[in-house]
């Protein structure tokens, strides 16, 4: 049984990339010292999960700032006021449009869906020229295949990050940011192309905005989005990911008749009712990433129960094509348990992080599997007569 980890905290066990940063905005540092902290935390986490038997690890999950920024360097799309001339973006226009600078505001910044986590507004309209600009996620697939790890690439995907801008300042409005679908999948195309050619077999594209209660137009955009990009994707397995709530039936139909797509990530923890979809209907043949390990508490997941979900899960869409998984990204816990030495240990036994979250994840899928685990002593069966 295979196990997926949606994405993982950036900013260290000990803040490493918290100090590393400061140090750096405060000129106390260099730009080579901050990469360098940033790729050992990379590293570090790629190791990690690979260590623990996560089978589907996620790269390009870090992030200086934030994962919708990243989105905006890589599709080129800087307000005028930060004065870029194009080209890779660096340091100094990327924290510009997070921090702002001297002369300039930084762009907003708004609540990530109903967390704490906090993402920088993209800035569009009629008028933006669109252009490939970073190519961070290229280069943590192949720095993490340096390493020994092939990753499965995450992009925020396009329809997302266009329902989740803004429009620019003097631009109506009234203006449809998904009108620019045409102007940014080729820059996606660029991506995947690289990606492929880096040699990437999955690709996890973001969608979050799918839980959200779209009108029929805004559900075509993401029917229109993924056709475009099939041929792109053809020999890619693709994962579209969604979380923090259930989809709606209209949202569901739409996820899987998308063109291209291998696997649909679900959110069954915050998302209670989509199982009745899934069970109702699911494509033969397709993935269901079935996330039942919490990605935005501190609690050790109750195993017995997300085993039973599983199980039955299991009997609908079948043992190969069941991938446990967390219900978003564990970006939205805290780090590592180990850290917390002046914790009663009764207490400690109550919480998992996110290194904890993994280890259970895996345990969940060998639990299902018959296998043993020192996190889940005992067999499929004899763990589920249990909880029965």
Same mark, same amino acid.
């Not at 990243?70 to 226009?93: K, Q, S």
């Not at 990753?151 to 329902?163: A, D, E, K, N, R």
């Not at 229109?224 to 969604?242: F, M, P, Q, R, W």
């Given at each position: ?175 449809? *940011?998904?009108? &620019? *679908? ?12 690289? *990606? ?25 955009? %993401? ?65 269901? %990433? ?19 979900? *599983? ?19 564990? &970006? ?10 002046? &914790? ?8 998992? %992080? ?25 067999? %499929? ?8």
């Amino acid at each position: 049984m295979a196990s997926h980890i949606v994405g993982y905290p950036r900013m260290g066990p000990k803040r490493e990339l918290k100090f590393a940063l400061e140090s750096f905005w405060d000129k106390k540092s260099s730009a080579e010292d901050l990469q360098k902290v940033a790729a050992g935390l990379r590293s570090s986490i790629w190791k990690q999960m690979a260590d623990a038997g996560i089978k589907y690890i996620p790269s390009n999950t870090f992030s200086y700032y934030d994962q919708v920024l990243d989105t905006t360097a890589m599709l080129g799309a800087v307000p005028p006021r930060y004065g870029w001339n194009g080209g890779e973006i660096g340091f100094d226009t990327y924290f510009s449009m997070a921090r702002g600078n001297a002369s300039v505001p930084a762009m907003e910044m708004t609540k990530w869906f109903d967390t704490n986590y906090h993402f920088i507004v993209p800035e569009l309209g009629p008028d933006v020229r669109f252009s490939y600009a970073s190519h961070k996620a290229v280069d943590e697939y192949k720095e993490a295949k340096a390493l020994g790890v092939n990753t499965v690439p995450v992009l925020v995907g396009p329809v997302s990050y266009l329902m989740l801008s803004k429009p620019a300042k003097g631009v109506e409005k009234t203006f449809s *940011l998904l009108s &620019l *679908l045409p102007k940014i999948l080729p820059i996606y195309k660029e991506v995947i192309s690289e *990606l492929k050619a880096a040699g990437a077999s999955w690709i996890q594209f973001d969608e979050p905005t799918l839980v959200l209660d779209l009108d029929a137009h805004q559900l075509q955009a %993401f029917t229109t989005a993924y056709a475009d990009l099939e041929s792109t994707l053809s020999g890619l397995n693709v994962l579209i990911e969604t979380y923090f709530a259930d989809l709606t039936s209209g949202a569901y139909k739409t996820l899987i008749e998308l063109k291209g797509v291998t696997a649909y990530g679900l959110d069954l923890v915050r998302g209670t009712k989509t199982i009745d979809l899934i069970k109702t209907n699911f494509p033969k043949g397709k993935f269901l %990433f079935a996330g039942v390990v919490d990605g935005r508490n501190i609690w050790a997941n109750d195993l017995a129960s997300s085993l039973g979900t *599983l199980q039955a899960l299991e009997a609908i869409v079948g043992k190969d094509n069941l991938v446990v998984s967390t219900s978003c990204s564990l &970006l939205h816990t805290a780090v590592d348990l180990v850290n917390e030495t002046k &914790l009663d240990d009764e207490i400690k036994s109550w919480l998992a %992080f996110a290194a904890q979250k993994v280890v259970e994840v895996n345990a969940l899928a060998k639990a299902l599997a018959g296998q043993k685990d020192e996190v889940f002593p005992c067999n %499929f069966s004899s763990c589920f007569a249990s909880f029965l």
